[in-house]
Structures are given as C-alpha cells and as structure tokens.
C-alpha cells in the first residue's frame, strides 16, 4: 500500500486537532475540517494531500503540535515521520499506528484494540483514562521504544503495554488489568492502589509500600503469555520458567501482581 500521504505546507504555529483525519474513509482530504489554534480550517490550508486512500495515511515531518494523531481508529495503518503531540490514538478499536519519533501526553488513552508503537519517549499517562473519565486502555497492544511520563498505565482495564525504557512515578495506579512490562527503571510509587492485573519488572524497586515479597515461583502463565504475546516474549525470553512474585496492592485490598523477571 502507498496510500495517503500528508505533507505539512510549512511549520505549525499553533496545536493541530487531526481528531477524524483517518484512512480508508473515501473523503477528500483537503476538504477535512480540523482546529488549528482554535478555529476551524480545512486540512489542505495546513497540508498538501498526495495519492490514493487504499488505508494507509503517512504523515511526513510529524510536531509535538499535531493532537489526536489516530483517534478513534478502527482499521487500516497511519505512519508519521516524526513526532505527534497529545492523545494518539485515543479510543482506538483496531489498526495499527507507528509513530517514528515521541508523542504527548495521554497517548493510547482508553484504546480498546489494535496496535501503537511509538519509537521515542511518550508524556504522561499513557494508555490511562481520559479526562472525566475511569476508564484506561482496555485492549489492544501499545509499544514504547523509549521512556514513559508519570502515572502510565492509570486504571488500565486491559490489553499490554510494553515500556523499553524507564517508567516515571506512580505507574500502573489504580491498575484494574491488563500487562504492563517495564524493562528499564521504575519511578516512585509504582503500583498504588491497583486491583488486579500484573506488572512485569526487571527490579521490585519503585514499588508502592502494599506491594508484599511472596517469593520466588514456577508460574505456568508466563509461558502462556509468551506464546500470546510476541512484545511479552521479547521482554521475558522464551526460556522464562519463573519469576519473583510480589503481591498488591494489599493497602487497598488488591489482587494484583509484580513479577521480577530477569533480562
């Protein structure tokens, strides 16, 4: 596929909200309505629109400006060569977003399917609830080549989120589900208040004050999941037989789990 591609006219002065600027939809891109500095512009006054929507947009020379990169995504692929700002990919259903360089705050908020990887670092409160809401990331699989802001993982309700790099203060807070696996370092305060869910981890280090030591175990599951999950298996080896278990958060009466898992 070609597809799309999107190439901007000149630098951005202003936030960009690219929310329904998507693939496969048979629209004139040009003619797409999006907010520029807070009004209303049509997307061929910001960027030239080349080729044929076959579901594939690129997005050339991405900026830490451009917003809502991917929201509500239900098929086909988006690329940008660069960076992107707040919420991409929000409410995501299925497809695939790759993001050569970082991206903003909120990203993969509330996404219930498809993919997202993103090379670079992301803001804070990745794949986590949006704003008014209670509701994290519930499905799906999110790949982040670098370092994640504070408090990642925020009520997430399902789906992996896989962290190369470090993870700021308070991750996985409020943890409902879901498999968040974190190979560098872990922030303060990791694990507040989460409820079930497991956590994977190269050090218990970081981890709330709930969080008690159960010991070292053979767990059947982690076999399991690096069979289901090709990010999980990279993480964890395929050889992984067992893993230091930590149990919590036992502050809030929580059944969930961190699992030191050698590199």
């Known amino acids: 596929m070609s597809g799309i591609v999107l190439t901007p006219r000149a630098s951005l002065e202003s936030r960009v909200d690219l929310s ?4 496969g939809a048979g629209v004139d891109f040009a003619r797409l309505p999006v907010f520029h500095g807070g009004r209303k512009v049509a997307l061929g006054d910001l960027f030239t629109a080349s080729g044929v929507d076959d579901g594939r947009m690129t997005i050339e020379g991405g900026d830490a400006l451009l917003d809502s990169v991917g929201a509500g995504l239900a098929k086909g692929e988006i690329v940008v060569k660069g960076d992107v700002g707040s919420k991409l990919g929000f409410g995501m259903t299925g497809g695939m977003i790759s993001v050569k360089g970082s991206a903003g705050a909120f990203a993969a908020s509330e ?6 990887v993103i090379g670079g670092d992301v803001g ?25 802001g504070a408090r990642a993982g925020e009520r997430l309700r399902g789906g992996v989120v896989m962290i190369e ?13 879901g498999t968040i696996a974190i190979a560098g370092k872990l922030g ?17 280090e970081g981890l709330c004050a709930g969080f008690g030591d159960a010991g070292v175990h053979d767990l059947v599951m982690l076999r399991v999941l690096v069979r289901r999950s090709q990010e999980l298996a990279a993480f964890m080896g395929a050889s992984v037989t067992g893993a230091r278990r ?10 969930g789990e961190a699992l030191i898992v050698a590199g």
């Open 124 to 148: 804070e409160k990745l794949g986590a609830a949006g704003d008014g809401s209670r509701r994290g990331m519930s499905g799906g699989v999110v790949v982040v080549g670098g370092s994640a």
């Open 188 to 204: 303060a305060n990791a694990g507040r208040g989460m409820k079930r869910g497991t956590l994977l981890l190269r050090s218990p």
């Open 165 to 177: 790099g470090d993870a700021a203060e308070e991750a996985a807070t409020d943890l409902i589900a």
């Open 20 to 23: 329904g600027v998507l693939p």
């Open 246 to 255: 930590f149990a919590g958060d036992l502050y809030s009466g929580g059944k």
């Open 111 to 116: 996404v219930s399917g498809g993919k997202i």
